[in-house]
């Protein structure tokens, strides 16, 4: 069975990038309705994805079908203690924060039709790598369902649910950790007289090759590092590994489950 209308509570980035990778692929709801509570998100969105409908509450969207909640944590609770009265045995939520377990947000709602994902930036053009877990009790047939209703943002993989934490931070998170590294590059070959076009092809070439000889040239890490004998930054180093332990572990234990 075709899910017919799907709802958003939350109107924020994750929402735009779920909309855009279904518009990419021409993917049609008979309904989309999305709240937020500020008024200037949903116009915002509005103006992009004109066909959308906008709700006047929460308990407005979790009448939809497939209801998502684009929340963050610290809002979980009181979103679930809004829609519990209206979701029915027949609505699947869709939970994409990291913390709040689908034990907990099953008992909020009296339903176990619960599924989480950790879904990537990169769903926008549809090259997601997004981790999914479903309530214990879930059926082949619905988690096969819901993987083909959400086939348009990319790679979505079954994971135990205690990993989804974990690749918050390796994967969901991992771009921020490296994009200003990548547009600050464009900038330094900017300086080196390389134009626009010149530097934007040499960046991602570089970037991509890079990855391709060290995840799949069979050699170690060391090994990879050491076909580059100069090192122009190679003092920060140290200082560049401590903020990723302390940062991102730090980061890990406050959102795992």
């Not at 209308?5 to 021409?26: D, E, M, S, V, Y």
């Not at 989804?164 to 994967?171: K, P």
């Amino acid at each position: 069975m075709k899910t017919k209308t799907i709802g958003f509570i939350g109107g924020g980035r994750i929402t735009k990038i779920f909309l855009q990778a279904f518009q990419n692929k021409k993917v049609v709801f008979e309904n989309v309705k999305v709240f937020d509570p500020n008024s200037d998100t949903l116009s915002a969105l509005k103006n992009l994805f004109p066909k959308i409908e906008v709700a006047e509450s929460a308990q407005d969207v979790a009448k939809q079908e497939l209801v998502v909640l684009a929340v963050h944590p610290p809002v979980i609770t009181e979103t679930l203690a809004a829609i519990k009265d209206v979701v029915t045995e027949d609505t699947t939520v869709l939970s994409l924060a990291p913390k709040v377990t689908i034990e907990k947000i099953a008992g909020a709602l009296g339903t176990t039709k619960i599924i989480r994902m950790i879904p990537n930036a990169t769903s926008y053009i549809n090259k997601g790598y997004n981790p999914v877990a479903f309530h214990p009790i879930t059926d082949k047939k619905a988690k096969k369902r819901f993987m083909k209703q959400v086939k348009a943002l990319g790679k979505n993989f079954e994971v135990e649910e205690n990993k989804l934490e974990g690749y918050a931070i390796v994967s969901a998170m991992l771009p921020t950790y490296f994009w200003f590294q990548w547009e600050e590059m464009l900038k330094v070959a900017a300086v080196t007289g390389l134009d626009e076009k010149e530097a934007k092809k040499a960046v991602e070439t570089s970037l991509k090759k890079s990855l391709s000889i060290f995840f799949k040239s069979g050699l170690s890490a060391d090994e990879v590092k050491d076909l580059i004998p100069v090192k122009p930054i190679g003092e920060a180093e140290e200082q560049i590994k401590e903020i990723y332990q302390t940062k991102l572990l730090g980061l890990y234990e406050k959102i795992k489950a």
